[in-house]
């Protein structure tokens, strides 16, 4: 899977984290897709910082969110992808 693949698609996996883990999907909802090396995802969550009212949910994410995260992806897109943050 090629990253622009998955952007077209992250929608769908954060629709399924909505569904199944609210608390997951706000750690996640404003997550950049930033590169796709082979199988590891890399998130970057600069944008949370561009806002009045930061909400950088850094200090909020465990590893319960990215389990689910994960599970979400795997769930829609059918791929095992470790998920870092930048």
């Known amino acids: ?3 622009d ?10 629709d399924y984290l ?12 404003d997550a950049r897709l ?7 995802l890399t998130l ?3 944008d949370s910082e561009k806002f009045g009212g ?6 909020t994410r465990n590893p319960k969110h990215l ?3 994960h599970e979400a992806i795997t769930a829609v897109l059918g791929f095992d992808l470790e998920v870092i943050e930048e």
């Open 44 to 46: 970057n969550f600069s």
């Open 54 to 59: 930061k909400h950088d949910f850094a200090k």
């Open 5 to 14: 693949e998955l952007k077209g698609r992250w929608n769908q996996v954060l």
């Open 1 to 3: 899977m090629e990253l």
């Open 34 to 40: 930033a590169s796709l090396d082979g199988t590891t």
């Open 18 to 29: 909505l569904e199944h883990d609210r608390i997951s999907w706000l750690a996640f909802f």
């Open 67 to 69: 389990a689910r995260l």
